[in-house]
């Protein structure tokens, strides 16, 4: 299963070791340049925060709590405690470590992907600080609860002209904090921009099993021949288009498996297919749900779509409509009300 570059753990950057004359003719190495150093409580939660973020990239989860100095850290104390920390940082880069900062003592955040609406994929340091202000500003307010969401922009106008809130979720904090604080620890500075994605959108899920012998076989002959991802993701959702019929219920009830066997389902049921498919030809996928106003009907009804990432983009697919095409559904729908996208469909 490969790996996305925003995704990829940088390598440490360090000086090499170069070589210097002496006056004598001799060579001596210059000393090399000194990369992040702990010093101290802040120093050693940055440390184990970026170790915390190793370990996600190898599980695609954020560990529930991080070890600090012999303390235990539960999630709610290690948002509180990176808040704290990354503001530090940005106001006093040279002398953040020197004082251990103080957060709540009984700070709480949930794991929540619900209302995830932020629809692109790198946020500057700029406007996660401001997000960093809201949540904690919450927090106070709430006895140390930090926000399921923050949004980010109120009137958020995507590319296809539809507007709504941009929400980013807590669990997309929580791992943007691991993320920043990794990219400190390799290169001994904050990053410009960084990835906000909670999820590497390529492991199974509830009703999306990306091993199981009919989701792997129905792949692997659907993209037989194809060598370009582009091509592989189409051709996943021409199949799905064409191949499987849009059958009228609600929510989940068939999942990937059945859904491929018996060629047909709900949005739910056949977006589960195609994000199971596309996730085992290492593709990244996820769910977009909306409200949608039909044009035969002019009726707004709730509706899942897939999302495949292809070179830097996602691709809209939507096998319910002969009208759709890939990277678009507007044909025969258009969306409304935003609702979230998800690594994992609640329904």
Not at 92 to 114: G, H, I, L, Y
Not at 204 to 209: D, E, F, H, K, L
Not at 230 to 250: G, M, P, Q, R, T
Request: net charge negative.
């Amino acid at each position: 299963m490969k790996r996305l570059f925003i995704f990829a753990t940088l390598a440490f950057v360090m000086s090499c070791s170069s070589c210097q004359k002496d006056d004598d003719g001799s060579q001596e190495p210059k000393e090399e340049e000194k990369g992040f150093v702990v010093n101290g409580w802040n120093g050693e939660f940055v440390s184990q925060m970026s170790k915390a973020y190793e370990s996600f990239l190898e599980t695609n989860k954020m560990p529930n709590m991080i070890n600090v100095e012999g303390l235990d850290y539960a999630r709610g104390k290690m948002v509180a405690a990176s808040c704290q920390i990354l503001k530090k940082m940005v106001a006093e880069p040279e002398t953040w470590q020197d004082e251990e900062v103080s957060f709540f003592d009984n700070a709480s955040c949930p794991d929540n992907e619900k209302n995830n609406t932020v629809n692109f994929d790198e946020m500057d340091m700029e406007t996660f600080l401001v997000v960093v202000d809201k949540i904690y500003a919450y927090a106070e307010e709430h006895h140390g609860l930090f926000p399921n969401y923050c949004t980010i922009n109120a009137d958020y106008t995507d590319a296809d002209g539809s507007k709504y809130s941009t929400k980013l979720v807590s669990s997309a904090i929580t791992v943007s904090f691991a993320r920043i604080f990794n990219y400190y620890v390799t290169n001994n500075a904050l990053p410009e921009k960084f990835s906000i994605w909670h999820t590497d959108y390529l492991h199974s899920t509830v009703n999306c099993p990306i091993d199981d012998p009919v989701v792997v076989a129905k792949m692997e002959e659907i993209i037989a021949g194809k060598t370009t991802d582009f091509d592989k993701a189409k051709a996943i959702f021409v199949h799905s288009l064409d191949e499987w019929e849009w059958v009228n219920y609600s929510n989940t009830s068939r999942g990937a498996v059945k859904t491929i066997n018996q060629k047909g389902g709900n949005c739910c049921d056949l977006s589960h297919a195609v994000v199971a498919m596309a996730r085992a030809a290492g593709l990244p996928a996820r769910y977009r749900h909306a409200q949608c106003r039909y044009k035969s009907s002019g009726s707004i009804i709730g509706h899942v779509m897939a999302e495949i990432y292809v070179d830097g983009k996602w691709y809209l697919c939507d096998p319910s409509s002969s009208g759709t095409t890939f990277g678009n559904h507007e044909a025969w729908s258009v969306m409304e009300t935003f609702n979230g996208l998800y690594n994992e469909l609640p329904f």
